[in-house]
């Protein structure tokens, strides 16, 4: 499950054949504003488009985006500002949840910085709660929380004046086969749910039982301690909302870090500044790191094949993308990491910052001094 939602998103973040439209909508809770956004987006896509699409074309491509301004249920029913993807083959209208201003953009592939901001900060977590003999496993984000499974376990039986009774929470592991009988059937779950991505998992419920349960799960990224000492389905509001306060807190201290990295590698000369090396050393694979800034946009080509670029004061074409945006799905597509940032968060306010192996800086070093000492040969 959570690896079909990560594949979505890369539908978007990996797509870059053919013609692109981005639409970004600032939502302030009026609808009559969000229809005059979503039609000023369009206007803007069909004078890029009409250059270099037909009447028909051009029709097919942006029908479903219009259809969205005549069924207002859609957009109305959206809380967060809204991401629209459209390729002549795909059409994704997603939530969010961060602030944004309305962007059009038409280019080679989408436009992601304001979702790759989003994401960075966005954690799907597990939750297993233990009420009596109950044992239920959730998939939660920061949206939403849904229910895999529940397991009911009943140790023995007591009669009580002719009823049956089930024994305390406290027996629900004293018997070895059904605490056997938990751990395998949790661990089977969550093998299952976490087959492309290790979500945080989090527990409520007796502590004794807890401790118990971490020792014989397969799983290790648990948070350490439980969020609550009990659980009743009715808590399950408040236990959510301490849930997502942790996961904001880490995913906060995790961009600072990554801030902090590139701050010490700007000071040790170990990061590149220039965004035409930067460029050239993204085409060749050789980016570990990168951060980029959401709040400029540089308009320009990429050459695929040796990395040049060619910048252009404002967006020129349906060719014409943010020169971040695309160096940023580069890395990402390369399996390396990208940070979405402020300006005033990076070193010296710069709109772009990389960090390179270190084996490949070394190389990119001997290379470029090497050109220096052929171009002083030459003079």
């Given at each position: 499950?959570?690896?079909?939602?990560?594949n979505?998103?890369?539908?978007?973040?990996?797509?870059?054949d053919?013609?692109?439209?981005?639409?970004?909508?600032?939502n302030?809770?009026?609808?009559?504003?969000?229809?005059?956004?979503?039609?000023?987006?369009?206007?803007?896509?069909?004078?890029?488009?009409?250059?270099?699409?037909s009447?028909?074309?051009?029709?097919?491509?942006?029908?479903?985006?219009?259809?969205?301004?005549?069924?207002?249920?859609?957009?109305?029913?959206?809380?967060?500002?809204?991401?629209?993807?459209?390729?002549?083959?795909?059409?994704?209208?997603?939530?969010?949840?961060?602030?944004?201003?309305r962007?059009?953009?038409?280019?080679?592939?989408?436009?992601?910085k304001?979702?790759?901001?989003?994401?960075?900060?966005?954690?799907?977590?597990?939750?297993?709660?233990?009420?009596?003999?109950?044992?239920?496993?959730?998939?939660?984000?920061e949206r939403?929380?849904?229910?895999?499974?529940?397991i009911?376990?009943?140790?023995?039986?007591?009669?009580?004046?002719g009823?049956?009774v089930?024994e305390?929470?406290?027996?629900?592991?004293?018997s070895?086969?059904?605490?056997?009988?938990?751990?395998?059937?949790?661990?089977?779950?969550i093998?299952?749910?976490?087959?492309?991505?290790?979500?945080?998992?989090?527990?409520?419920?007796?502590?004794?039982?807890?401790?118990?349960?971490?020792?014989?799960?397969?799983?290790?990224?648990?948070f350490?301690?439980?969020?609550?000492h009990?659980?009743?389905?009715?808590?399950?509001?408040?236990?959510c909302?301490?849930?997502?306060?942790?996961?904001?807190?880490?995913?906060?201290?995790?961009?600072?870090?990554?801030?902090?990295?590139?701050?010490f590698?700007?000071?040790?000369?170990?990061?590149k500044?220039?965004?035409?090396q930067?460029?050239?050393?993204?085409?060749?694979?050789?980016?570990?790191?990168?951060i980029?800034?959401?709040?400029?946009?540089?308009?320009?080509?990429?050459?695929?094949?040796?990395?040049?670029?060619?910048?252009?004061?404002?967006?020129?074409?349906?060719?014409?993308?943010?020169?971040?945006?695309?160096?940023?799905?580069?890395?990402?597509?390369?399996?390396?990491?990208?940070?979405?940032?402020?300006?005033?968060?990076?070193?010296?306010?710069?709109?772009?910052?990389?960090?390179?192996?270190?084996?490949?800086?070394i190389?990119?070093?001997?290379?470029?001094?090497?050109?220096?000492?052929?171009?002083?040969?030459?003079?």
């Amino acid at each position: 499950m959570i690896s079909k939602k990560r594949n979505s998103y890369n539908r978007i973040l990996e797509s870059n054949d053919g013609i692109h439209l981005t639409i970004y909508l600032e939502n302030r809770e009026n609808l009559k504003d969000l229809r005059s956004q979503l039609e000023e987006s369009l206007n803007e896509a069909r004078e890029y488009l009409s250059p270099v699409l037909s009447t028909e074309d051009k029709k097919n491509l942006l029908s479903p985006v219009e259809a969205l301004l005549k069924e207002n249920r859609i957009i109305r029913n959206i809380n967060g500002n809204i991401g629209i993807f459209r390729t002549n083959d795909f059409f994704r209208i997603l939530n969010i949840p961060i602030p944004l201003e309305r962007q059009c953009h038409v280019a080679n592939s989408f436009h992601v910085k304001p979702l790759l901001r989003w994401l960075q900060g966005h954690q799907d977590f597990l939750f297993i709660g233990i009420q009596n003999n109950f044992v239920s496993l959730y998939l939660g984000s920061e949206r939403s929380l849904k229910m895999i499974d529940s397991i009911f376990f009943l140790k023995s039986q007591k009669m009580r004046e002719g009823s049956v009774v089930a024994e305390s929470a406290e027996t629900l592991y004293s018997s070895p086969l059904i605490a056997a009988e938990i751990f395998s059937w949790l661990n089977d779950k969550i093998s299952e749910l976490t087959i492309a991505d290790r979500p945080k998992l989090f527990v409520a419920g007796d502590p004794s039982l807890i401790s118990d349960l971490k020792r014989h799960l397969n799983y290790r990224n648990i948070f350490s301690k439980p969020v609550a000492h009990s659980f009743k389905k009715e808590d399950l509001g408040l236990i959510c909302q301490s849930i997502r306060e942790v996961l904001r807190t880490e995913s906060q201290k995790a961009i600072e870090k990554s801030l902090l990295e590139f701050r010490f590698a700007e000071e040790e000369n170990r990061v590149k500044k220039n965004i035409f090396q930067i460029s050239k050393a993204v085409i060749q694979g050789k980016v570990r790191k990168l951060i980029v800034t959401d709040e400029l946009n540089i308009f320009g080509k990429i050459d695929l094949k040796s990395g040049g670029l060619a910048i252009h004061p404002i967006d020129l074409d349906h060719e014409d993308d943010c020169i971040l945006d695309d160096l940023a799905q580069m890395v990402l597509n390369q399996g390396g990491e990208v940070v979405v940032a402020k300006r005033d968060e990076i070193p010296k306010g710069r709109p772009v910052l990389a960090i390179l192996d270190e084996s490949c800086e070394i190389e990119m070093e001997l290379h470029e001094r090497s050109g220096e000492f052929l171009r002083e040969k030459t003079l």
